[in-house]
């Protein structure tokens, strides 16, 4: 399986960026996605999540009404809209693919994408 992400870079503060994550290799409308982030010198952090069907989704507490996660399951691809964005945002963002067989927890993650937000 390969989930690919892309559209980082750098942007000022209180612009905006879309990454998106394209996945390869297993049955993407099995799987909820999620979005996350790893500053310089922080633990990896839960960001965003949406459902398999695309009928729900979920924010942190600090992105939300700024960030709004999405999926085109057609094109295997979850997107994330990130406005407003601070300097504080600045960080590696990976998505993450998972489903529940049963007890087992299926997750596949790919390499991420460097967002960096300039004050």
């Known amino acids: 399986e390969q989930l690919v992400e892309s559209g980082g870079g750098l942007v000022q503060a209180g612009g905006s960026l879309r990454l998106s994550c394209a996945v390869s290799?297993?049955?993407?409308?099995?799987?909820?996605m999620s979005w996350y982030r790893q500053a310089p010198g922080k633990e990896r952090e839960w960001v965003a999540a949406i459902t398999s069907a695309g009928d729900s989704t979920n924010y942190a507490d600090f992105v939300k009404g700024r960030f709004t996660i999405s999926r085109d399951n057609a094109k295997n691809t979850v997107y994330l809209q990130m406005s407003s964005l601070k300097p504080e945002d600045t960080a590696v963002y990976y998505c993450?693919?998972?489903?529940?067989?049963?007890?087992?927890?299926?997750?596949?993650w790919g390499k991420g994408t460097l967002v960096t937000v300039s004050s």
């Open positions: 993450n693919a998972r489903r529940f067989i049963g007890r087992s927890k299926m997750d596949h």
């Open positions: 290799g297993l049955t993407f409308s099995n799987y909820a």
